[in-house]
């Protein structure tokens, strides 16, 4: 069974970068995400990563995805040999803050799911404050 474990969180000023990490056992997950939840709401998704996925099911598709306001910012990556997953995070501002969880689905899917209902494993989240 997949395991997923995030640290790096962190209180940061506004503009400051923070990369999390997410270390990954247990098993495989052909697409993963960063996900993001605040007090009160549901948990969103910052962005996704499927190069595994869209290798796997031989079909051409986007192996990133990243939410409209992030775009630019954050940087997803997956090292494989290492088995871990990266979110980069550059030009924080407070709309940031939350607590960043990871989540791999082990569907062989060339697409990247939106939603957290999609994903069966996920990490228990790491704090991320940004101070403005």
């Known amino acids: 069974q997949v395991q997923l474990a995030e640290s790096g969180g962190g209180l940061v000023n506004a503009g400051e970068s923070l990369t999390l990490s997410c270390r990954v056992s247990?098993?495989?997950?052909?697409?993963m995400a960063w996900f993001r939840q605040i007090p009160g709401s549901e948990r969103v998704i910052v962005a996704g990563?499927?190069?595994?996925?869209?290798?796997?099911?031989?079909?051409?598709?986007?192996?990133?995805y990243y939410a409209d306001s992030v775009k630019g910012r954050f940087t997803i990556s997956r090292d494989s040999a290492k088995n871990s997953l990266f979110l980069q995070m550059d030009d924080l501002n407070t709309a940031d803050t939350g607590v960043y969880f990871c989540?791999?689905?082990?569907?062989?899917?060339?697409?990247?799911?939106?939603?957290?209902?999609?994903?069966?494993?996920w990490g228990r989240g790491t704090q991320v404050t940004v101070s403005s």
């Open positions: 247990g098993g495989i997950a052909s697409t």
């Open positions: 990563e499927n190069s595994l996925g869209a290798l796997l099911t031989r079909k051409p598709s986007a192996t990133e």
């Open positions: 989540a791999g689905r082990v569907g062989m899917a060339a697409d990247i799911p939106v939603s957290p209902n999609a994903y069966q494993n």
